[in-house]
């Protein structure tokens, strides 16, 4: 399967800052990714879809401003959290799609701890 | 609305027991259907994943999972499991752009 990592694996900031995650596709280009969020115990919620070179796509009750994300390039996909508050505490997993096996293929995940 | 439903929150089994682990799904068409597992603090792996044919599919890690159409099942298995297979286990269903996840089941393994 794909390789997918993340940057940081884990990361730990105060309240009113911001936060960049990076997800790279290692080993082929990604023109689709995706964006999930998990809360402990909790199944996957899909945040966003990253599509390079154009606009991601939101979920349904996910602010766009607060989470920015952006694809410039077929192997990097990033999601800032801007202005981060405590609830925005969570882990963070990005998924690279493998078009031409119709998979997602998950990083490794990114804790966030806002203080 | 495609959506998919894990029954099982938890469950254990001894060491060399045989596994399965339920899902059931709701979709509108022919689904894409996975099996993920995740150890603490980790990613998803994938396990194995059916699109079509051969209903009975195999994975990795001695992991099955059989499409049951008739009962909107993919319900996954294993003939005898290790300690090592303690994880989470999701099961999805979806299509390129709009997967959805189960709640997971926590799998513990005694020894």
């Known amino acids: 399967g794909a390789v997918v990592s993340q940057h940081p694996s884990r990361v730990i900031c105060k309240s009113g800052t911001s936060v960049k995650i990076e997800c790279r596709s290692l080993?082929?280009?990604?023109?689709?990714m995706f964006w999930y969020r998990q809360f402990p115990k909790q199944s996957l919620m899909l945040m966003a879809t990253?599509?390079?070179?154009?606009?991601?796509?939101?979920e349904q009750g996910v602010e766009k401003d607060k989470f920015l994300i952006n694809h410039a390039s077929l192997t990097l996909s990033t999601l800032t959290v801007t202005s981060a508050h405590p609830e925005d505490s969570s882990f963070y997993i990005c998924?690279?799609?493998?078009?031409?096996?119709?998979?997602?293929?998950f990083g490794p995940g990114t804790r966030l701890t806002v203080l | 609305a495609q959506s998919v439903t894990q029954p099982d929150i938890h469950i254990t089994v001894s060491e060399g027991a045989s596994l399965e682990l339920r899902c059931n799904y709701s979709?509108?068409?022919?689904?894409?259907l996975f099996w993920y597992v995740q150890s603490p603090g980790q990613g998803l792996q994938l396990l194995l994943k059916?699109?079509?044919?051969?209903?009975l599919v195999q994975g990795i890690k001695g992991f099955e999972a059989e499409f049951k159409r008739s009962q909107s099942s993919f319900n996954l298995r294993k003939p005898s499991v290790h300690w090592s297979d303690a994880a989470e286990y999701f099961c999805?269903?979806?299509?390129?752009?709009?997967?959805?996840f189960g709640a997971g089941t926590r799998l513990t393994v005694k020894p």
């Open positions: 990253s599509n390079e070179g154009s606009k991601a796509t939101y």
């Open positions: 080993d082929f280009q990604a023109t689709t």
């Open positions: 979709y509108g068409a022919t689904p894409y």
């Open positions: 998924s690279v799609l493998a078009g031409s096996t119709d998979t997602q293929y």
């Open positions: 999805a269903v979806g299509n390129n752009n709009d997967m959805r």
């Open positions: 059916y699109f079509s044919g051969d209903t």
